[in-house]
């Protein structure tokens, strides 16, 4: 059985490099995954952005539709790569990663293309072979689907690992003993919450100033931090995107760990199970204060206006920690479930192909 894994950019995502060593860890199927021919990256404005998708849109469709393989997997954000697949009536799974009318939502606000992407879901949901989910969050927007589901927890590998000491990392960045260090790890936007942390951080720094806040990743709120950072330059440093591999290293050497996100109807279908950064924070058994998300004993969860205050509880110990969790505990055996469900029970002596671009 071959399966092909398809997303707009799946590079960008380590979900999918945890799904490719655990389908092939498996040991019964042929696992590609598609690399888009032309990628057209995004940029800082709206209208850029929108500019971006109308190019990189029909080129992903396009090469979708000259694809082989018995079963797709596709990951959805946009909906609209499975359209290739239902006119050619094949098999896919679809990856419900975040439905993606929010995500146009929070991008452009509600109006016409909202109402476009709601129709290109439950077009994609009402096809698909298979759901997969992130989080048992997002249960509540395709249960009535009746559709096998699978839900497989965005968990780290157990690989997920620093490289470097602790206390040897701290002094590479000017981080004394005396000093606790705050971590944001996380696009810079308003969605990921970037747009509160000034105020975050004057908070704190009124009551606890040998903290230091690092802010590690990129994005249209960078210029603002970097010019807000140049104000207490001993207790804001922002350190720009950071590959994937080095996220250990900031998280080990963190005391305390932040998810400032705004409240929005949309609140509780975001947790621990789905948001990566989270599931990363918990893996180091790191104390995680939120705000703007779902409710979960792994965190603590404070309104928008009171999250500097829970930052201060954390950095004095007045918080649990939370529990530790891996892929390979939780996540593979889903999959495992799930390839059991899509070949019949039966086993079959495929040889492994590694990960490379299909045609």
């Given at each position: ?22 389908v092939r860890k498996h040991?019964?199927?042929?696992f590609y995954v598609m ?125 997920f690992k620093a490289s ?196």
């Amino acid at each position: 059985m071959k399966i092909v894994y398809v997303a707009l950019d799946p590079l960008k995502y380590p979900r999918v490099k945890k799904i490719a060593y655990s389908v092939r860890k498996h040991g019964t199927v042929d696992f590609y995954v598609m690399i888009p021919k032309i990628r057209i990256r995004w940029h800082a404005n709206r209208l850029s952005r929108f500019l971006a998708a109308n190019v990189s849109y029909p080129l992903a469709l396009l090469q979708i539709l000259f694809l082989k393989a018995d079963i797709f997997w596709v990951a959805n954000c946009p909906d609209i790569l499975v359209f290739p697949l239902i006119l050619r009536k094949k098999r896919y799974i679809l990856e419900y990663r975040s439905p993606w009318s929010i995500e146009v939502e929070n991008e452009f606000g509600s109006g016409p293309w909202v109402r476009l992407s709601m129709i290109f879901e439950k077009i994609a949901l009402r096809h698909a072979g298979i759901i997969t989910l992130p989080t048992k969050q997002l249960l509540v927007r395709v249960k009535n689907f009746a559709k096998p589901i699978f839900v497989i927890p965005n968990y780290p590998l157990k690989s997920f690992k620093a490289s470097v000491p602790r206390e040897r990392f701290r002094r590479q960045y000017g981080v004394s003993n005396h000093e606790k260090v705050v971590l944001f790890v996380g696009r810079l936007s308003a969605v990921e919450g970037a747009d509160l942390l000034p105020r975050i951080i004057t908070r704190v720094l009124e009551k606890e100033k040998n903290t230091v806040f690092w802010i590690v990743g990129d994005g249209p709120f960078h210029f603002t931090l970097s010019r807000f950072a140049q104000k207490t330059p001993n207790n804001v440093r922002l350190f720009g995107w950071q590959p994937h591999e080095r996220i250990p290293d900031f998280i080990q050497a963190a005391d305390v760990c932040i998810v400032p996100r705004h409240y929005t109807p949309h609140s509780m279908l975001y947790s621990e199970d789905g948001v990566q950064k989270i599931s990363e924070y918990m893996f180091f058994k790191k104390p995680i204060v939120a705000c703007g998300i779902a409710e979960s004993k792994e965190y603590l969860l404070v309104r928008e206006d009171e999250i500097a205050e829970g930052i201060i509880r954390a950095l004095r110990g007045e918080t649990p920690l939370p529990k530790s969790r891996a892929w390979e505990d939780y996540s593979e055996k889903k999959i495992f479930e799930m390839i059991k469900t899509l070949d019949g029970g039966r086993s079959t002596e495929e040889k492994q192909l590694p990960m490379a671009e299909t045609t």
